[in-house]
């Protein structure tokens, strides 16, 4: 079944979707007619206002990645984060979460291990999920991988021994999403990601597939959203996102600068979530991953004041996960 559903495209559009944003940008990022409420607007923020989450990825991964997101944070430049907990720093950065209770801290669930030589295994007991395990004794790195090996019952047993990981180090987590997108590369993943975020009542970074526009607009450019997919995501209980993209690769800073304002100032109103992966630069970065330069243009792009500028004069509100699932329990009293 998970080779098949590989082989009808269902694994490379949705991961498409979730993980890097590319296709899912130019869709969904555009002024839209007639839409529904969106997520913003249910949830109490002004009509017509773009609610923006800026969301660094990949804390806990590196130390460089946790320095960045550290100072961001606490600097107010950005509003939220997710730990990678099998990764090597992750113990780290949940200790900063503990120490830092007024910030907004997540869990980036993690079933991958894509880097060359900079690598780790599950948190569950690796004679427990063996279908997650390469044989290096590592997870696999990359999502079809996963799609080929792992039942969807090893897939649960590990995100649920990463979010159990985090509160036995003392830190409740404010939300859960997906690295590399593979809890959004099957139905039967999508279905169990969501029914874990209920169970823990802790926010999943789900979309608003109620919005038909969306939908539509989706299926237009080739993304097979099954009624299944549609079902699932309709049925989740907690709050949604109405857009999620990404800070846009560049060629130069001030090109990555560049592509990151334009990209702002076309989106639609609602809840949007803008991912990125920033770090400080180091030696040891530069040996786990080709794509550190771009993560230093966007730890540096996010302590801009010309970036604050902007923001204003676009008229966009932040918030955060916390203040989200706040402003949701307040509407379903």
């Known amino acids: 079944m998970m080779k098949t559903l590989i082989k009808k495209g269902f694994f490379r559009i949705m991961v498409l979707l979730i993980s890097t944003g590319t296709i899912f940008t130019s869709c969904v990022d555009q002024k839209r007619q007639g839409e529904a409420e969106t997520w913003a607007e249910k949830l109490g923020f002004p009509p017509g206002k773009r609610v923006i989450i800026l969301h660094a990825d990949d804390a806990g991964m590196c130390g460089a990645a946790n320095l960045a997101t550290a100072e961001l944070l606490e600097n107010d430049h950005i509003q939220s984060t997710a730990v990678m907990v099998p990764c090597p720093k992750a113990d780290e950065f949940i200790q900063w979460a503990v120490e830092h209770p007024g910030e907004d801290v997540g869990l980036h669930l993690t079933l991958t291990s894509e880097w060359k030589h900079y690598r780790w295994g599950p948190v569950s007991d690796p004679d427990s999920v063996p279908g997650l395990i390469d044989p290096d004794g590592m997870l696999w790195r990359s999502v079809p991988e996963v799609l080929t ?23 409740q987590p404010d939300h859960i999403d997906s690295h590399m997108g593979t809890l959004f590369s099957h139905p039967d993943y999508l279905n169990l990601f969501l029914k874990v975020a209920e169970a823990y009542h802790i926010p999943a970074n789900a979309l608003n597939f109620a919005d038909t526009a969306l939908v539509s607009k989706l299926r237009e450019a080739g993304y097979p959203i099954d009624e299944r997919v549609i079902e699932i995501m309709n049925a989740y ?25 334009t990209m702002v100032s076309t989106l639609s109103p609602g809840l949007i979530e803008i991912v990125f992966h920033p770090s400080v630069e180091t030696e040891a970065l530069k040996t786990i991953t080709n794509s550190w330069q771009q993560r230093v243009w966007e730890y540096e792009m996010f302590s801009d004041p010309g970036l604050k500028s902007f923001f204003e004069k676009e008229g966009i509100i932040f918030t955060n996960w916390r203040e989200v699932m706040a402003k949701f329990e307040l509407i379903s009293q």
């Open 237 to 261: 209980t907690l709050p949604k996102l109405d857009y999620i993209t990404w800070v846009p690769k560049g060629k130069s800073y001030d090109d990555v600068m560049d592509k990151f304002k």
């Open 149 to 171: 090996n792992a039942t969807p019952e090893e897939i649960e047993k590990e995100i649920r021994a990463q979010i159990e990981r985090s509160i036995a180090l003392g830190y």
